[in-house]
């Protein structure tokens, strides 16, 4: 090969860097390669430090869920030619990841209760900010009202961009005592491009979206819902139909899993007049030159690939595989098996609250929940998290955790309870935390 | 069945059969074609089988659904078959070389997604409490310092999602350390030939964005890019090596003079995959670089994503890093530095740029792929790549204009463009007669700064008997655009649809399966 190319050895194809930046041997103060047998034993002594969701008691929730996801859904996605697929830019020899965006993006509208849906962000709370962002491109104004219920990272995420970006931010701190519609309904004026408003809420409340969904409208703002729970939606009605104009959501309970937080999959809906504004790329439907249906990425006028600066995002490289595990897990449900999901989680949640709230001391905060709630402990929620852990128990994310400075919500405890967890597990949380509180 | 009777040929009526090549189904053997799951599915059909609901009061207030969803549901197995069919209508780095130029489509080692799957990671919530997740933030802390050592640099951030995300990630770590300084500095400088995602993401963060020329040898032209710095130029996004496929010699000059004029240095390292192992960019005085764990570790593609994009960041930016970060304590365990401690820990972060922290199911595969590697692996990894890529462009000679050709070798990447080519072709009839041939195209009109680009990236992972053979097809292909074959207008003839109607989609957009309400 190098007489082809006309050179004698292997590095003078360096010749650009310069002498003094070429190292002359293996980077210095790292390892030398290892075998498949090594490289295995050292993640598998790593991966032994950590405790597995599917080995304990297990009520994370807070923006993650843990479903059970049916074994042909990862099957599905392992095979090579999804797994090791580029983006479909050559449609021809992409139909298959194609159609499959083109169902997803049709799931998700639906799921939504929304017109259109994109083929996927990085994750929810990525998914939120550029939701606020493409409301400020629509209204041309700059102020968001966050609901308080919001969950605290996507907050975080959104102060970061209004930062840079020069939006304006109205936040505050969730209370125990109740939600905070009347100060999103009052907080709406003339400069507001939209509200933000999380469904259900980080402490799992569920609330009726219609009159603040009027109140934007007739202030000529956006009502933006985020669903971090989309499982949820099987029992609840969609953000759609209670009028609001984006929603966008965290996808990683359906087909994707826990994953220590990544990648997740963030979902992006609206109305089919805001479609030119959207971040990401979209798929649609389109004929062959012999009149057969297929499928290509479209109104990418829209993306950094082709508007460089005045794309609508930057983001290039999205969920894809996970947004395949999430269609292929919605399919294999269908909405008969989604309906009964969300039956399932919910009545197990209520079973949960009911026992639990009889502890000692121990008072339920919502007087609405779909699988998450939050307990009101009589001492702070942060160090009982840790000795419910050290019992084997893990119990829940406490909101000291969420929300570390705010002395009014740190006995508050997040508890989800999804169709994994068993009597059993129950029985060991009610145990564990009457020890704990006693 | 799927596909019930996709000709209306009905041979019961007596009629004859059609033409020669239709069949009753509409399949071909193993060509099988694939209705919509909401063409094949109903809202009863479910392929789970869950417990029955035990019996509750309903907390949902009132909100509970009423309305129809609309989402079909199909059985275990048609699910198996609906996905398994449509896989087959995909190319993939599994069945054959895939040449697409700045993506990076190597092969994806298997033992990178066993590790992924071990339940210590897969199955952990980013939640929990620190000392039951120490395993997952070692994994974390560990790719951290390869990330850092390999590159030369002071710190890494590891939370962006992707490459873009990551740029984002630089260019508001130059803004709040501008800021810091109390400047306010409009301008970042970026090339024509820099990918879509640098000036999207300069001006997402509020700059303005000014061209960086080139010179002749396709490389930044110093003396044009010296007499633009000032006080108004924030920093300049630099690709190297670059997106035609070279090294930027002067780099290191680029460096110190926009550091003399008070600017910052972003690299986009997408291309890390030519130089990891041989160049670390801290020696050439870079600031921050993003490195997509997706193209140079070998994390899958996953047709469109997810992808991983940590920040290598230089001492003067690595007090704005974002959060959250895995730091060790003197005690040896690790934590996550998050909003409460920032005060003490970062207190000039700018902040968090997404929910938790990071790509974990990727940082694993790209982990296990370093390890395999190791420094002397990867550092050939890099050789192998640029002596592929160098192979394609001087095997190509006299076949395909290489624009730069002249200058000398290429790195990890043979640009060439649609030069000589007949009246009325095209770079596009080059890549779909490609497909022809049984290889994914190359890259297509990007980098924009030649005339109908096509950017190669064999990778390291092609043999030398692959590569000739896709040199082969593709120096015939381009023969026939140069001779004006017209059979290649209308390729491909094989693939499993012809030439896609783009326009048609985008003049009028369906992007969501409507067919139910059409009728209904
Ligand atoms: C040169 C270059 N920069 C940046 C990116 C963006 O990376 P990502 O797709 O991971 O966001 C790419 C990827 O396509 C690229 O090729």
Redesign the interface.
């Known amino acids: 090969?190098?007489g082809?190319?006309?050179?004698a050895t292997?590095d003078?194809?360096?010749?650009?860097?310069?002498a003094?930046?070429?190292?002359p041997?293996?980077?210095p103060?790292?390892?030398?390669?290892?075998s498949?047998m090594?490289?295995?034993r050292?993640?598998?002594?790593?991966?032994?430090?950590?405790?597995?969701?599917?080995?304990h008691p297990?009520f994370?929730g807070?923006?993650?869920y843990?479903h059970h996801v049916?074994a042909?859904v990862?099957?599905?996605?392992?095979?090579?030619?999804?797994?090791?697929?580029?983006?479909?830019y050559?449609?021809?020899?992409?139909?298959?990841?194609l159609?499959?965006l083109?169902?997803f993006?049709?799931?998700v509208?639906?799921?939504f209760g929304c017109?259109?849906?994109n083929?996927?962000m990085?994750?929810?709370?990525?998914a939120c900010w550029e939701a606020i962002g493409m409301a400020g491109r629509i209204t041309r104004r700059k102020k968001a009202v966050l609901s308080s219920g919001l969950?605290p990272?996507?907050v975080?995420?959104a102060?970061?961009m209004a930062?840079?970006?020069?939006d304006q931010l109205d936040t505050a701190t969730p209370s125990l005592g109740g939600t905070d519609m009347d100060r999103l309904i009052g907080a709406i004026d003339a400069e507001t491009s939209c509200v933000v408003v999380q469904y259900p809420d980080v402490l799992g409340r569920?609330?009726?979206l219609s009159a603040l969904s009027a109140a934007c409208q007739a202030a000529g703002a956006l009502l933006i819902a985020v669903v971090t729970e989309p499982v949820a939606?099987?029992?609840?009605?969609?953000p759609g139909?209670m009028g609001a104009d984006i929603v966008v959501g965290?996808g990683q309970s359906l087909g994707v899993?826990?994953?220590?937080?990544?990648?997740?999959?963030g979902l992006f809906a609206t109305r089919d007049k805001y479609?030119r504004q959207m971040p990401g790329?979209?798929?649609?439907?389109?004929?062959?030159?012999?009149g057969?249906r297929?499928?290509?990425l479209?109104?990418?006028?829209r993306?950094?690939?082709?508007?460089?600066?005045?794309?609508t995002?930057?983001?290039?490289?999205?969920?894809?595989?996970?947004a395949?595990a999430f269609s292929?897990h919605?399919?294999?449900?269908?909405?008969?098996?989604?309906?009964?999901?969300a039956?399932?989680n919910?009545?197990?949640?209520?079973?949960a609250?009911q026992r639990l709230a009889k502890l000692p001391g121990v008072c339920l905060a919502?007087?609405?929940?779909?699988n998450e709630?939050t307990l009101v402990l009589p001492k702070p929620a942060r160090a009982v998290?840790?000795e419910l852990?050290a019992k084997g128990v893990?119990g829940g994310?406490s909101l000291g955790?969420l929300y570390?400075?705010v002395t009014e919500l740190e006995h508050g405890l997040v508890i989800a309870v999804t169709?994994v967890v068993s009597e059993g597990d129950i029985d060991a949380l009610e145990a564990a935390l009457k020890e704990v509180l006693a | 069945m799927n596909a019930p009777n996709a000709a209306g040929w009905r041979p019961e009526l007596g009629e004859t059969h059609l033409a020669g090549d239709e069949t009753f189904t509409g399949n071909r053997a193993l060509m099988l074609e694939?209705r919509?799951?909401?063409e094949i599915?109903?809202?009863?059909?479910?392929?789970?089988d869950?417990?029955?609901?035990?019996?509750?009061?309903?907390?949902?207030?009132?909100?509970?659904?009423?309305?129809?969803?609309?989402?079909?549901?199909?059985s275990?197995p048609e699910?198996?078959r609906?996905?398994?069919r449509?896989?087959?209508?995909?190319?993939?780095?599994?069945?054959g070389l895939?040449p697409?130029g700045s993506?990076t489509?190597k092969h994806?080692p298997r033992?990178n997604?066993?590790?992924a799957?071990?339940?210590?990671?897969?199955?952990?919530?980013?939640?929990?409490?620190r000392?039951?997740?120490?395993?997952?933030l070692?994994?974390i802390d560990e790719l951290a310092h390869?990330l850092v050592?390999?590159t030369g640099m002071d710190s890494v951030a590891m939370s962006p999602?992707?490459?873009?995300?990551g740029?984002?990630c630089g260019i508001?770590a130059i803004?709040a350390a501008l800021e810091a300084r109390g400047e306010d500095r409009k301008v970042i400088l970026v090339p024509e030939s820099a990918?879509?995602?640098n000036?999207?993401?300069?001006?997402?963060?509020?700059f303005t964005?000014e061209n960086i020329p080139a010179n002749d040898a396709g490389r930044v032209d110093l003396a044009a890019l010296q007499a633009r710095l000032g006080p108004d130029v924030a920093g300049v996004m630099i690709t190297n090596p670059n997106t035609c496929g070279?090294?930027?010699?002067d780099l290191?000059a680029i460096s110190d003079a926009v550091h003399a004029a008070g600017g910052y240095v972003y690299c986009d390292g997408a291309n890390f995959n030519a130089?990891v192992?041989?160049?670390?960019p801290g020696?050439?005085g870079v600031d921050a670089m993003h490195i997509?764990l997706?193209k140079t570790f070998s994390t899958?593609?996953?047709?469109?994503?997810?992808?991983?994009g940590p920040v290598v960041l230089s001492a003067a930016l690595s007090p704005f890093a974002?959060?959250p970060y895995v730091k060790r304590e003197a005690d040896g365990s690790l934590r996550l530095v998050?909003?409460?401690t920032a005060g003490e820990d970062q207190p000039d972060s700018?902040?968090?740029?997404?929910?938790?922290?990071?790509?974990?199911?990727?940082f694993?595969r790209a982990?296990?792929y370093i390890?395999?590697?190791?420094?002397?692996?990867?550092?050939q990894v890099a050789?192998d790549a640029?002596?592929?890529a160098?192979?394609v462009?001087?095997?190509l000679e006299g076949v395909l204009d290489a624009p730069f050709g002249h200058s000398?070798?290429c790195?990890h990447e043979a640009l060439f463009t649609d030069d000589g080519f007949a009246e009325g072709f095209s770079t596009l009839d080059v890549?779909?007669g490609l497909?022809d041939e049984g290889f994914?195209?190359m890259t297509v009109y990007?980098p924009l700064v030649v005339h109908g680009a096509m950017l190669v990236e064999p990778t390291e992972t092609e043999s030398?008997a692959a590569l000739d053979q896709f040199i082969g097809a593709l120096r015939s292909v381009a023969l026939r655009a140069k001779q004006g074959d017209p059979a290649l207008k209308?390729t491909?003839h094989f693939?499993?649809?012809?030439?896609?109607?783009?326009t048609?989609?985008?003049r009028k957009?369906?992007?969501?399966?409507k067919g139910d309400k059409a009728e209904g």
């Not at chain 1, 990085?122 to 990525?126: A, E």
């Not at chain 1, 919910?346 to 079973?351: F, I």
């Not at chain 1, 919502?366 to 779909?370: G, I, L, T, V």
């Not at chain 2, 599915?41 to 789970?48: E, K, L, Q």
């Open positions: 090969m190098l082809v190319i006309g050179a292997v003078d194809l360096f010749v650009d860097v310069p003094t930046a070429r190292l041997g293996p980077v103060g790292l390892p030398l390669h290892a498949e090594a490289v295995e050292h993640f598998a002594s790593l991966a032994r430090k950590n405790k597995a969701a599917s080995d297990f994370l807070a923006g993650a843990k049916p042909s990862d099957h599905l996605i392992q095979r090579g030619e999804f797994l090791t697929a580029y983006t479909p050559q449609p021809e020899i992409a139909q298959g990841t159609q499959v083109f169902e993006q049709t799931q509208a639906r799921l017109d259109v849906a083929a996927s990085y994750d929810g709370s990525t969950h990272h996507y975080s995420v102060k970061t930062r840079f970006t020069g569920i609330e009726d939606l099987g029992a609840i009605k969609a139909e965290e899993g826990l994953q220590f937080g990544g990648p997740y999959i479609v790329r979209l798929c649609g439907e389109t004929v062959d030159a012999n057969k297929g499928y290509v479209t109104l990418s006028t993306e950094q690939h082709i508007r460089r600066e005045k794309a995002s930057n983001i290039c490289t999205n969920s894809g595989l996970c395949l292929i919605m399919t294999l449900l269908g909405e008969r098996g989604l309906r009964d999901l039956a399932l919910h009545a197990k949640a209520v079973l609250a919502n007087e609405s929940f779909f709630f998290v840790h852990a893990l994310v955790r570390p400075r169709e | 694939e919509l799951i909401f599915g109903d809202a009863t059909t479910t392929g789970v869950l417990d029955v609901a035990p019996a509750a009061p309903s907390m949902l207030g009132s909100l509970a659904r009423t309305a129809p969803i609309g989402l079909p549901g199909l275990e699910t198996v609906h996905y398994t449509l896989s087959r209508q995909n190319y993939a780095i599994d069945l895939f697409l993506c489509m994806n033992l997604e066993a590790v799957r071990m339940k210590g990671f897969k199955d952990v919530h980013p939640l929990q409490p000392e039951t997740v120490q395993g997952a070692a994994v390869w050592t390999l999602k992707a490459g873009a995300h740029e984002l508001l803004k990918h879509g995602t000036p999207a993401t300069a001006a997402f963060a509020g964005v070279l090294f930027e010699p290191k130089i192992g041989k160049v670390r020696d050439l997509n997706h899958p593609h996953g047709g469109g994503g997810p992808g991983s974002p959060l998050e909003e409460e700018f902040g968090r740029m997404v929910a938790f922290h990071g790509q974990m199911g990727m694993t982990l296990a390890l395999s590697h190791g420094a002397d692996g990867l550092k050789e640029v002596l592929n160098n192979y462009l001087r095997s000398g070798p790195m890549a779909k497909i994914h195209p990007f030398k209308s491909p693939a499993p649809r012809r030439r896609l109607d783009e048609l989609a985008a957009p369906v992007l969501a399966w």
